[in-house]
């Protein structure tokens, strides 16, 4: 497995191509816009409209070992649906599966069909959680405190289900449609606006990989697939799944386990996987996004990054990677990674300094120059 074709440039395509670096593949990246975010991390950028342009595509394919849908636009995954048959490697993605994921309102279904536990609907007691029918992850999602509010926005809600205390949890499932490997658990640190700003791993939780089992299986998936929950130490309630390349918790999952999403993707369609028991934790590793204010790095959603206009490798050492996310005010993706908790807070400490030094550095030379 030597080259990935990629359909899109953001934060998706950022997440696929590490795993791709990590396997010493060569990443080709398609993108309808000029300045995709991700454009100078990959090997070769095609800037065209898969749609208008579909010849293209299937050129391509011709000399990749498989091309992998990065984004949610669904006119394009409608589209690649209709093509699939005319390529010449495997599509890395289940449409079956993507169709329920991304309609919330198939998915609570789905969840009631096979007794898996969700929030429940319409709760007669607030808070509650507000979610549209269709957006991708947080877009769109609040909290709602005040039945006023609740009633005057009624006919705009699409979800409408209970609010529970815990932490958001992340497990993601690869299946090659008979065999299942769920691999490792982790938690999303969300913000304010119900958008994740780090992510860290999660004990051993066996109910939590029944459940990811049990509905990677009944849908036959074959493709990746993840698997979101709120988890207190009383309780586990599903909140949704997505059938796609999911962007953040895959790198946490290689660096705190060895095992590259990518490869097990890559090898559900070219082979049967394996299926994965028992405890596969081996090192910490934590992914954070933060941006500069005031001379202090602030946590920042990956909402911000999706809509900056450059990602690029900032710095590199053994334990610690840090992408620079350029726009009207810079972020910073750092990445750390150790045989413990203590280990990843030093170097969380020693990227935070060459972040705040290189800056402080920056703004002297632009004062100079002056």
């Known amino acids: 497995m030597n080259t990935i074709a990629i359909i899109g440039g953001k934060l998706q395509g950022f997440e696929v191509t590490y795993l791709a670096k990590k396997s010493g593949m060569k990443v080709l990246l398609i993108d309808r816009h000029e300045k995709p975010l991700i454009r100078d991390l990959v090997d070769e950028f095609y800037n065209f409209d898969i749609i208008e342009n579909p010849e293209k595509l299937v050129d391509i394919s011709h000399n990749v070992d498989a091309i992998l849908p990065v984004n949610e636009n669904q006119s394009t995954i409608n589209f690649l649906e209709n093509i699939v048959n005319n390529l010449y490697c495997p599509l890395l993605f289940d449409f079956n599966a993507y169709r329920i994921s991304s309609d919330k309102q198939k998915s609570k279904q789905y969840f009631k069909s096979i007794n898996i536990p969700t929030p429940k609907d319409y709760p007669c007691k607030l808070p509650c959680i507000i979610k549209p029918l269709s957006e991708s992850s947080s877009i769109g999602v609040s909290i709602i405190h005040d039945n006023k509010y609740l009633d005057s926005k009624t006919d705009e809600l699409k979800i409408i289900e209970e609010f529970i205390e815990g932490d958001v949890v992340s497990l993601e499932v690869v299946g090659d449609g008979t065999n299942f490997a769920v691999v490792k658990e982790t938690i999303v640190h969300i913000d304010e606006k119900y958008d994740c700003h780090m992510v860290t791993p999660l004990e051993h939780d066996i109910e939590f990989r029944k459940i990811a089992y049990k509905l990677a299986s009944n849908l036959g998936l074959k493709g990746i697939m993840d698997v979101e929950a709120i988890k207190n130490p009383d309780d ?88 620079k996310c350029s726009g009207s005010n810079p972020a910073f993706t750092l990445v750390m990674w150790g045989g413990d908790e203590s280990t990843v807070k030093d170097l969380r400490d020693m990227g935070y300094s060459i972040i705040k030094e290189t800056h402080q550095v920056l703004k002297c030379n632009y004062i100079m120059g002056q």
């Open 236 to 323: 586990l309630r599903v909140i949704e799944i997505d059938a796609r390349f999911p962007s953040q918790t895959p790198i946490v999952v290689y660096h705190s386990t060895g095992i590259n999403l990518l490869n097990l993707l890559m090898q559900a369609f070219y082979g049967d996987i394996w299926e994965i028991n028992g405890k596969i934790q081996e090192n910490y590793c934590t992914l954070e996004h933060v941006m500069l204010s005031g001379g202090d790095l602030v946590p920042v959603d990956e909402q911000i990054l999706s809509n900056a206009t450059e990602y690029s490798q900032f710095y590199c050492s053994n334990g610690l990677e840090i992408f």
